[in-house]
């Protein structure tokens, strides 16, 4: 069900420090994200991204809103799909009002939800945990990602953990390349985890995915041999930044 006036958070997160390798980044760099994937009507997506533009970006920056980002599928994926991503503080935030009810008051975030509901066929919304000691993040984010999206096997994210931090992360470090790995919280599987390549351009994804490139076929199969049993791949999608609707 898609539901309207649900609260979106603005600021950045320390919630669950408890479980990253370092205290100082998780006080300095937001763990806990809202991500929604909106599929919308092939004929209704220039209309919907008008209001997106317009409408809902100075609602929200007047709401005090800080940041999200916003990507759209590119060249490989669902085609009018687009994916936004909020952090917030603490579950108490969702007690509150919407942002746009802050900007607009009720009946007028209502006019432009129902406006923008024309445009889509669904909405999912869930919790995304960052796992900062595993991820190499860059500001500003990368204007291209792949998202690989894993089934982690149960019992087995510590082990996934360590292999990514021992076998991956040095490869990603090493090139200065962006990796941000995230674990699923209610609205989705928690045992789904995603790590997301950054890319400047789509001409960086020739050669195949990053650790071939970086390691060489034989090398990168090494690598994934040791993950047997703890991860099963889902689904790699390759998305662009939108600026526009990003702040």
């Given amino acids: 069900m898609h539901t309207k006036l649900t ?7 320390f919630a669950l420090a408890a479980s990253l390798s370092s205290l100082c980044l998780a006080q300095s760099t937001p763990t806990t994200y809202r991500t929604s994937i909106y599929h919308l009507k092939p004929d209704m997506v220039n209309e919907w991204v008008d209001m997106e533009k317009n409408e ?5 920056k007047k709401a005090g809103v800080k940041t999200r980002n916003v990507y759209v599928t590119a060249a490989f994926g669902n085609a009018g799909e687009y994916l936004i991503t909020q952090p917030f503080d603490n579950f108490s935030e969702f007690d509150g009002p919407n942002p746009l ?10 006019r432009l939800l129902t406006k923008l509901a024309k445009c889509e066929v669904s909405v999912n919304s869930y919790e995304n945990i960052r796992l900062l000691d595993i991820s190499n993040v860059f500001d500003p984010p990368a204007a291209i990602v792949v998202s ?7 019992g087995k994210l510590p082990e996934f953990r360590e292999l990514v931090k021992s076998e991956i992360l040095p490869v990603y470090k090493k090139a200065k390349v962006s990796l941000i790995v995230s674990q699923r919280g209610p609205g989705a599987n928690p045992s789904d985890v995603t790590m997301v390549t950054g ?8 050669g195949g995915p990053f650790l071939v490139q970086q390691l ?5 199969d090494k690598v994934a041999a040791k993950f047997a049993g703890i991860r099963t791949l889902a689904e790699v999608v390759v998305r662009r930044r939108v600026a526009e609707l990003s702040f």
Avoid: E, F, N, W
Wanted: net charge positive; no cysteine; glycine share 10%.
């Fill in 216 to 220: 060489g076929q034989a090398g990168a």
């Fill in 101 to 110: 009810v802050r900007a607009l008051d009720g009946p007028g975030a209502a």
């Fill in 7 to 13: 609260s979106l958070s603005a600021s950045s997160a």
């Fill in 56 to 60: 809902v970006v100075p609602a929200l």
């Fill in 148 to 154: 690989a999206r894993y089934h982690i096997t149960a």
């Fill in 199 to 206: 890319y400047t351009k789509m001409a960086d994804m020739q």
